[in-house]
């Protein structure tokens, strides 16, 4: 008799089925569900990674509609949307901010992805969660997916949100190192386009490093 096929033999035939069962297991926090990371969730719901907290205070608006999963709904707050959309994850709406940062258990998870773009709560994510954390850069006024690049946020080039980022983290005394998504593409205008082509691979990108930091973490293999 034939075996019956599932949703996910792809996924099992690139990381083997202990990768597939620990990525299953894993508990991944995200931060921020817009342009970048709506297409972060979708990645991780799609490989199979069924433990995701989504975080995010906004409601849709007709503007978003460029680049965000879910924002044909427009006035509906994103993490509810979300979770009716990929009902197995865990919706939070809260504003991630300072305080919210400095009360939340982060011990609770494997993975925390930072898809936000408040300043004060980046540094305060890089301060104060100690293992697991991947950061998104700046994703707009871009249009080209193939400059995107993962590296050290010591390492940035091209990309003010990371410049920033790194003035704030040496000035608040952050002494370590992230792993962060950005593109090498300088911008290609002054306001905050945005072309979901590039924000959404940003996402995907997000997706990948976070499997892939998942699956370093057990010392199995990213692929079989």
């Known amino acids: 008799m034939a075996s019956v096929a599932s949703r996910y033999d792809r996924v099992k035939l690139l990381v083997g089925e202990s990768g597939f069962e620990h990525l299953q297991n894993a508990r991944i926090l995200l931060l921020g569900v817009g342009g970048v990371g709506s297409f972060c969730l979708d990645a991780l719901v799609r490989t199979g990674v069924k433990n995701i907290t989504i975080v995010d205070a906004d409601t849709y ?83 080209d997916p193939t400059r995107i690049c993962i590296d050290s946020i010591w390492n940035t080039t091209q990309d003010a949100l990371a410049k920033k980022f790194r003035y704030e983290l040496r000035k608040a005394g952050f002494k370590g190192d992230l792993q962060v998504v950005y593109s090498s593409e300088p911008p290609n205008c002054t306001a905050l386009g945005s072309f979901v082509g590039v924000t959404g691979s940003f996402g995907l990108a997000l997706a990948s490093l976070a499997l892939r930091t998942l699956l370093a973490s057990k010392n199995l293999p990213e692929s079989t």
């Open 61 to 143: 608006e007709i503007t978003n509609q460029n680049r965000q999963i879910g924002s044909e709904a427009v006035g509906e707050v994103k993490v509810h949307r979300l979770a009716t959309l990929y009902p197995t994850v865990i919706p939070l709406h809260v504003r991630i901010d300072e305080a919210w940062i400095k009360a939340h258990d982060f011990s609770a998870y494997d993975v925390v992805i930072d898809a936000i773009d408040d300043m004060r709560a980046k540094v305060a994510l890089a301060l104060h969660v100690k293992e697991g954390l991947v950061c998104s850069m700046g994703g707009a006024k871009r249009l």
